[in-house]
């Protein structure tokens, strides 16, 4: 059930991030809504479904809109599976978890995006790389990381007893 | 098989990671037409494709309008700046315009005038910080009369000179005649824009400015109009040069204009003044 939801969550976020997001640039840089989501719903379904939801969330934006296939899902299924490893280490309630782990993710992303080009020999200088890394991004994806945390904490939050096994 | 299970899921993830390598290698150099794979994943993901684009249309084309409405507020000012320039051009042309007509009578007038101006010389002031009246050293043996026209030549703007309305004759003597300027305070002119041709009253006040009401609290009058009198009353002649409008003030309570006039004359500078003798 909980899958099915995220893969709705997925589809929806594919949605509001190529449509209503890139209305609402910050100096010009749009969040990567995708990857909070990626690292909100690894911290809450551990490593396995966090690296196939990433798989996922990723093989959708290339396909959908990249010509080369697979770097999105390459980083977005590395980022499940290595924050899904926290899955059982913090507090759940905890909001500082999604916000520092998005932090990280954010930076990683775009510094395996930037080498990624540059070893696709496309034109990528270091000064890209190193602005593209340290950018206003992060800042915007932590704040869809306290928004996307809170939906999924709630959406996982389930009813402790249930009726059926 | 020990060493496969435990590293069981490294190895996937290895798999997974070496696989879309692969895919990147393949897919990044410019193909001549889809692969299999991929058109069998684009055609899968084909209905959220289209639905996406749905409702990117949808949604984007609302949000697109609302940035528009966002977008119309800053390009409304622009367009309020932009048309306040152009206002102020037209003004200045409508202002020449509105010279050159009167230039045009006046010229006409002069021609035709059947006025002799008597040229006289401020003799004495009444003592103050500004002289709203003064006497001269012309009277009733040079041909003036009571309620004459005093005008002066004043500079309206480069090399254009008119007659700037200086008062009118309150008393005449043989020799002497006393003047009473429009910023004393008895003193009221009926006035009109040439802009627009609105007409009102000015009076003197206390300082050595003159203020005045509009006939019409609807009348159009904004900071710069030039004034001359209308010749209403028949106590001034026509299409005197007074002053600008310097400050418009609206009573809303008593509904009424009321504006403040720079005078054409500096008051305090006056030597020599023209009486048109009817």
């Known amino acids: ?165 | 098989m020990y060493f496969f299970r435990k590293y069981k899921e490294r190895m996937i993830v290895t798999l997974v990671a070496i696989i879309l390598l692969i895919i990147i290698g393949i897919t990044n150099n410019n193909r001549e037409s889809m692969t299999f794979f991929e058109k069998s994943v684009g055609s899968i993901l084909s209905p959220i494709t289209n639905a996406s684009s749905w409702v990117t249309h949808g949604i984007g084309s609302s949000f697109n309008s609302i940035k528009d409405t966002f977008e119309a507020k800053s390009e409304n000012k622009l367009l309020k700046e932009n048309i306040k320039i152009l206002e102020s051009e037209n003004r200045d042309l409508n202002n020449i315009i509105g010279k050159t007509d009167y230039l045009k009578k006046e010229q006409e007038m002069l021609k035709n005038s059947n006025y002799s101006f008597i040229k006289a010389s401020v003799s004495a002031k009444e003592p103050g910080n500004w002289y709203d009246k003064f006497t001269i050293d012309k009277g009733s043996a040079d041909g003036i009369a009571k309620d004459d026209t005093v005008i002066a030549a004043i500079e309206v703007e480069n090399n254009i000179y008119q007659e700037g309305l200086v008062g009118k004759v309150l008393d005449v003597g043989t020799n002497w005649a006393k003047v009473a300027t429009i910023i004393d305070e008895l003193n009221s002119v009926s006035f009109k824009i040439i802009r627009t041709g609105d007409g009102g009253v000015v009076s003197g006040t206390l300082d050595s400015s003159l203020e005045g009401f509009l006939y019409d609290f609807g009348s159009d009058v904004i900071v710069g109009d030039k004034l001359y009198t209308s010749g209403l009353g028949e106590v001034y002649l026509k299409d005197l040069y007074l002053g600008e409008v310097s400050e418009v003030l609206i009573n809303q309570e008593e509904l009424t204009k009321r504006i403040i006039i720079k005078p054409a004359i500096d008051f305090k500078k006056i030597y020599n003044v023209y009486i048109i003798a009817k």
């Open chain 1, 1 to 165: 059930m909980s899958t099915f939801i995220v893969l709705l969550m997925i589809i929806f976020n594919l949605v509001i991030q190529t449509t209503i997001i890139p209305m609402f640039p910050i100096m010009g840089i749009v969040p990567n809504t995708a990857l909070v989501l990626i690292v909100v719903v690894a911290l809450k379904v551990g490593r396995t479904k966090g690296a196939i939801f990433g798989l996922i969330a990723g093989f959708m934006q290339d396909v959908l809109f990249s010509s080369t296939i697979g770097i999105n899902a390459f980083i977005l299924f590395f980022i499940g599976y290595v924050i899904g490893f926290a899955e059982n280490s913090f507090s759940r309630e905890n909001i500082i978890n999604p916000i520092i782990f998005t932090i990280a993710a954010t930076m990683f992303y775009n510094f395996t995006y930037s080498l990624f080009l540059f070893f696709l020999s496309r034109d990528v200088t270091f000064i890209d790389a190193i602005s593209s890394i340290f950018s206003i991004e992060i800042l915007y994806n932590t704040l869809f990381a306290v928004i996307y945390g809170y939906l999924v904490h709630i959406i996982f939050t389930r009813p402790k007893i249930r009726f059926k096994r």
